[in-house]
């Protein structure tokens, strides 16, 4: 089967408004750049791999058209956002019942498995039933409906949308881990970390929960 790609003019409108749309952070960005802060570079972008594995997920589902049935039940929506929700919810609990030990404060911050952090990341994003809502709506509108093949266009503009997000995003984990290295190096910061990492992770999954609670 022919490979069909949009017209030049509908992928450079497109590139245009996924660049627009990947600076804005939103709750995946915060998400890797509280990463960055916390335990450096690599962390922030292992976490925004594992991010846009899941986002790769979500174009498959949009191409295979399980983002309308996602889109058309409230019940499939409502089950998919909050278990996101208390997903992140989960995380930011554990951190913050989680204490330092004594000698954490004049040490380097402990590093977590990158493994974990990948599964984290993934999972993060996966259980974001907006992402899945959101290839619905916006890849559709630069298809080419005249050259056929609309499957195959959806997948393209998914994998150039994930391939900007992925660089887009890893600039925000190498400017946050910058501001980490500066960051750790204040004892205060240090002693309330694990206080700021938890409760932007809840704030996160309440804002998830709540905002838009509508599936339109």
Known sequence: ??????????????????LVLLVIPGPSVLYIVAQSIEQGRRAGLVSDLGIHTATLVHVGAAALGLSALLASSALAFGIVKYAGAAYLVWLGLKKLCTPPTPAAIDAA????????LYRDGFIVNLLNPK???FFLAFLPQFVDVGRGHVAMQIVFLGLLFTALGLVSDACYALAASAAGRWLRQSRGYLAAERYLGGALLIGLGITAAFTGSSKK
């Open 1 to 18: 089967m022919e490979f069909v790609i949009p017209n030049p003019a509908n992928l450079a409108l497109f590139v245009s408004a996924a």
């Open 131 to 133: 992402t899945a809502l």
């Open 109 to 116: 911050p402990r590093r977590r498995r990158y493994a974990r």
